[in-house]
């Protein structure tokens, strides 16, 4: 019986270690797997030509394809004060509702997830807000789920604002791994 004790190997002894160590080599094994660069696919203006980038872009803006992360991202269209039309869910005083469509399509030959909680806005004053829970009353939210290669999803998403602000920009990151994200000034 003494002899069963030491052909137990490390791992076992340690189970909690072994654990922990496992969970930081997925983290490292999924941070570094794909590249996450940028790059402007097309705009409204072009007519939906492919145009290079040659260096890795950040900031974009509403009408532009993005190619991020396997994915094509694009912010259709924007719309200021939304109206909820339920008298009884109107934005705080001094603030406005505002309406994002966009559209996620799937460019990479896996499977991958999008999610509402992906997105954020920011103000003028670097305020970061998440969505409103409006969001789940407009027809037609984003939600969430997976899209198979070459699925492609459309949705809105609702922020509240501080009324007039003209320094808008939506935020996307879509990775717990990563801190790069894209920004679209609306």
Known sequence: MA???KKTNWFMKHKILSVIGLFIIIGVIASSGKSQTATKVSDASSNNQTTSATKEQTVFKVGDVISFDGKKVTVVSVERNWNTGNEYIKPQSGNEFVKVQLTIEN????????NTFDWKIQDSQG??????SNTYIADGNLGSGNLDA???V????IFEVTNGDKGLVLQYNPSFW???KLEIQL
Do not use: A, E, R
Request: charged share 25%; aromatic share 4%; hydrophobic share 20%.
């Open 178 to 180: 990563s801190d790069k």
């Open 3 to 5: 002899n069963d004790n």
């Open 127 to 132: 305020v970061i807000k998440d969505i409103s």
């Open 150 to 152: 070459n699925g492609k």
């Open 107 to 114: 460019d990479s030959n896996n499977q991958i997830s999008y």
């Open 154 to 157: 459309s949705g809105v998403l």
